[in-house]
């Protein structure tokens, strides 16, 4: 079991960021109830749509939106779990991701390489995929491995059933990745379900985990709902990761773009958990900023640790595990 550093110790003798208040913490969790009460979110999947609607939220299939009361909202974050195992396939790497516990993870997922024998700068490959796997593997400060190449020279429809075999069979460590079409997740599904031991015991030791984006500003697509669905029937761990850009696909002041963020994460909650009671959800985010002048992603801006800092915040604030991207 990796069980690593703890934060978030109420005292005054080390350095702390302190992003708000309880009280500010609570002004924007109303903002997007309201948020998700008035304007609601899109929705144009009918099953999603059906438990949605069975939950006692408002559907309006003509127009594809689906409005959620503060009630719905606040019934799936009582139900929803604390905490998410992410089992290696060596026990010793277990992963427990709760309330103030620390992990880190590489970043995923890269298309283009610097060739460390050629030097040749160059798509990624599937052996790129199974390197990186390898490296992660022996870096004692990364606790779980997300792909971090893609496997470029497959076909884009079953790239990422490559990319998964690549990084499982290569790592100890516990692996998460999107899956891309939702029928992918079947068949990864059955593997892990093999490889674990069974389904009871992948449902107790997830060795895998996947993850889907929601599309700002507020938009759920069918193939996000859908993973979402499915990944809470088989007991996936699922982290949903808002991309929003600030400036761009949502309000230009990041307290906006963070409602908005919560609001696409919340959502995608209230489906999981209507799916599923205490099914494996973790709050996401490489939420960051538009370079107006570049009409770029800065990934490496300081407002990108400044939201992924709040949005950690926020998940603390709801009791969920999160997982953000680094400043």
């Known amino acids: ?29 109303l903002a997007t ?4 009460d008035t304007i609601g979110i899109g929705i144009t999947d009918g099953e999603s749509q059906e438990i949605y609607a069975g939950l006692g939220c408002r559907v309006d299939k003509k127009k594809g939106v689906v409005q959620i009361p503060h009630y719905i909202v606040e019934d799936a974050l009582r ?40 030097g040749e700068y160059r798509k990624s490959t599937k052996k790129d995929t199974a390197n990186c796997a390898k490296l992660v593997d022996a870096l004692d400060s990364i606790d779980i491995h997300e792909r971090s190449m893609a496997a470029q020279d497959k076909p884009e429809s079953s790239a990422p059933l490559h990319e998964i075999e690549a990084c499982i069979t290569n790592t100890s460590k516990h692996c998460c990745q999107g ?12 593997v892990m379900c093999h490889i674990a031991g069974g389904e009871e015991a992948y449902r107790a030791r ?21 993973m979402i669905r499915e990944s809470a029937r088989m007991g996936i761990p699922i982290t949903i990761i808002s991309m929003a850009l600030a400036g761009g696909t949502t309000p230009v002041t990041l307290v906006g773009t963070l409602i908005t963020h919560n609001a696409e994460v919340l959502a995608s909650l209230v489906l999981n958990q209507g799916t599923k009671k205490g099914a494996p959800f973790v709050y996401g985010s490489s939420t960051t900023i538009m370079d107006l002048k570049a009409t770029s992603s800065p990934v490496g801006c300081p407002e990108l640790g400044m939201i992924n800092a709040a949005v950690a915040k926020m998940a603390q604030f709801y009791k969920l595990p999160s997982w953000v991207a680094g400043g």
């Open 33 to 36: 109830l309201e948020v998700l």
């Open 206 to 226: 997830p060795i895998w985990s996947t993850n889907t984006c929601p599309i700002s500003p507020l938009q759920l697509a069918p193939d996000s709902t859908m």
């Open 79 to 118: 139900i929803a779990p604390h905490s998410v195992m992410f089992a290696g396939r060596n026990s010793d790497n277990d992963y427990l991701l709760k309330e103030n516990r620390v992990g880190f993870t590489n970043f995923g997922e890269g298309l283009m390489i610097n060739d460390p024998y050629t």
């Open 179 to 190: 899956c891309g079409d939702p029928r992918n997740l079947k068949r990864v599904h059955k």
């Open 1 to 29: 079991m990796r069980d690593l550093l703890y934060a978030g110790y109420n005292t005054f003798s080390g350095f702390s960021l302190n992003i708000f208040s309880d009280d500010e913490l609570r002004s924007m969790h």
